[in-house]
T-cell receptor
Framework: DTEVTQTPKHLVMGMTNKKSLKCEQHMGHRAMYWYKQKAKKPPELMFVYSYEKLSINESVPSRFSPECPNSSLLNLHLHALQPEDSALYLC????????????FGPGTRLTVL | DQQVKQNSPSLSVQEGRISILNCDYTNSMFDYFLWYKKYPAEGPTFLISISSIKDKNEDGRFTVFLNKSAKHLSLHIVPSQPGDSAVYFCAASLGRDDKIIFGKGTRLHILP
């Protein structure tokens, strides 16, 4: 299984809502990532988890809260988002760290109204 | 300041010909480079990588060349196929625990 899955595929939420994005991989990878991608821009790294511990937080606002319940799962909790947070949110995983090949999920298309 | 630059936003190539995508970088400490391919509405797919100790890496139709003195790498696709039409991202890393920095991407159109 060389797949990273993400749910939901699409999400529309208001600025007062609380929602979560989910990511799952069963490749035995110990590093997992959240990226944000705006239209026609490259993916921007948000968070890196290594061995279920947050190792990199790229100065992301606190309205985004990552969680890694176990080595296969990665969540991104969303609260009080702004319309400018609308983007494609990509999850990725790699064997150990950032130097290893990253496998990306299909992404969640988020729209904040 | 952009550390990884892909100066051509788009490129059109005839099917069957060679596609050459270019990437320049500014940080001489980068030691690992990657190319990703992205179709619309999908996540980036890893294509090929190269370590700074090499100057060439080949995988099927894809070859990446690295010129460290020029801080330049290129991806060659030969022969180009219709399914190669996508956005190609060049990326670079400083080491195992450092982040990957992406270029802005080049949209490749393969013409019939």
């Amino acid at each position: 299984d060389t797949e990273v899955t993400q749910t939901p595929k699409h999400l529309v939420m208001g600025m007062t809502n609380k929602k979560s994005l989910k990511c799952e991989q069963h490749m035995g990878h110990r590093a997992m990532y959240w990226y944000k991608q705006k239209a026609k821009k490259p993916p921007e790294l948000m968070f890196v988890y290594s061995y279920e511990k947050l190792s990199i937080n790229e100065s992301v606002p606190s309205r985004f809260s990552p969680e890694c319940p176990n080595s296969s799962l990665l969540n991104l909790h969303l609260h009080a988002l702004q319309p400018e947070d609308s983007a494609l949110y990509l999850c990725a995983s790699s064997q150990v760290g950032l130097l290893d090949t990253q496998y990306f999920g299909p992404g969640t298309r988020l729209t904040v109204l | 300041d952009q550390q990884v630059k892909q100066n051509s936003p788009s490129l059109s190539v005839q099917e069957g010909r060679i596609s050459i995508l270019n990437c320049d970088y500014t940080n001489s400490m980068f030691d690992y480079f990657l190319w990703y391919k992205k179709y619309p509405a999908e996540g980036p797919t890893f294509l090929i990588s190269i370590s700074s100790i090499k100057d060439k890496n080949e995988d099927g139709r894809f070859t990446v060349f690295l010129n460290k003195s020029a801080k330049h790498l290129s991806l060659h696709i030969v022969p180009s196929q219709p399914g190669d039409s996508a956005v190609y991202f060049c990326a670079a890393s400083l080491g195992r625990d450092d982040k990957i920095i992406f270029g802005k991407g080049t949209r490749l159109h393969i013409l019939p």
